[in-house]
């Protein structure tokens, strides 16, 4: 049992903070930084998977499920977002014929 | 311990740079894979295996390959992409800077965590998150997955070509 809590206990809760800091601010910089849609997607991808990474080790920390089940539902809102982001992408790709996100800033065609 | 911390935050934060740096799509999601991977070693450095065994199912089996799929059926696989100017990079670079160093400031002196008193070791298993899931979260659980019959239907609406569209 002591194993298991000191383990968990070794690396402090403040590495794991700034290490999701870090994720978010690359993810961050990466939506701000590219004009191809797809990596726009793959960005808020990686900003999600800080915030997870975040309640996870809080959830660790605290011995608390919920943390837990939370990261759970925020891999299926991720999931549903990838799926309709990707046709919205298709669908992008086909009126327009380019991934630029900057071709989408009229609102139409 | 501590060290397998930091080759996994290593690991994580190179690749998730060059998730943005990349040239090729192709290149970006490989790295973000590698990315995932990483933070699914940090999971199991947490004793969180359920966790870590369904992110390596639905983000590394799932929608990275969603994501691969659609990069080859629109062959998106051209390094010569339009590239944002000079200045906004900069300013993009600095603007993640700005936040990072918001969110370090924010917690400079430090987590305050009351150690839990009746601490479970079981926290994280399947059980664990399963009777949590089943019995606290039940109804936000049955509404997810009216949230993804209904992306699966907004996708398959999105994605559908059109009949005629001089037509209408």
Request: glycine share 6%; with cysteine.
């Amino acid at each position: 049992m002591n194993e298991v809590v000191s383990a968990i206990r070794l690396v402090p809760l403040e590495h794991y903070v700034m290490l999701s800091f870090a994720l978010f601010s690359i993810g961050l910089a990466g939506v701000l930084f590219r004009r191809n849609t797809i990596i726009i997607l793959m960005c808020l991808e990686l900003m999600f998977n800080s915030v997870n990474l975040l309640l996870t080790a809080f959830s660790a920390h605290h011995s608390d499920p919920g943390g837990q089940v939370f990261v759970f539902f925020i891999m299926l809102v991720a999931a549903a977002e990838v799926t309709v982001g990707l046709a919205i992408l298709v669908m992008m790709k086909r009126n327009v014929d380019s991934v630029d996100i900057d071709q989408l800033n009229r609102l139409r065609w | 311990m501590l060290t397998l911390f930091y080759l996994f935050a290593a690991i994580s934060v190179l690749s998730a740079l060059v998730v943005v740096a990349a040239r090729s799509p192709v290149n970006s999601v490989i790295a973000l894979i590698v990315c995932f991977l990483s933070i699914a070693g940090h999971y199991i450095l947490l004793n969180a295996q359920f966790l870590a065994v369904v992110h390596i199912i639905v983000y590394t089996g799932a929608i990275m390959v969603l994501f691969l799929f659609v990069i080859m059926l629109l062959n998106l696989n051209r390094s010569s992409e339009p590239q944002k100017s000079l200045a906004t990079r900069v300013a993009a670079v600095v603007a993640g800077g700005l936040v990072l160093l918001t969110l370090l400031a924010a917690v400079r002196q430090g987590i305050s965590v009351e150690p839990a008193r009746d601490f479970d070791i079981g926290t994280g298993l399947v059980r664990s998150v399963g009777r949590s899931l089943f019995n606290e979260f039940l109804l936000p659980f049955e509404v997810s997955s009216v949230l993804f019959l209904s992306a699966m239907v907004g996708a398959v609406m999105l994605g559908r070509r059109e009949k005629n569209p001089q037509a209408a």
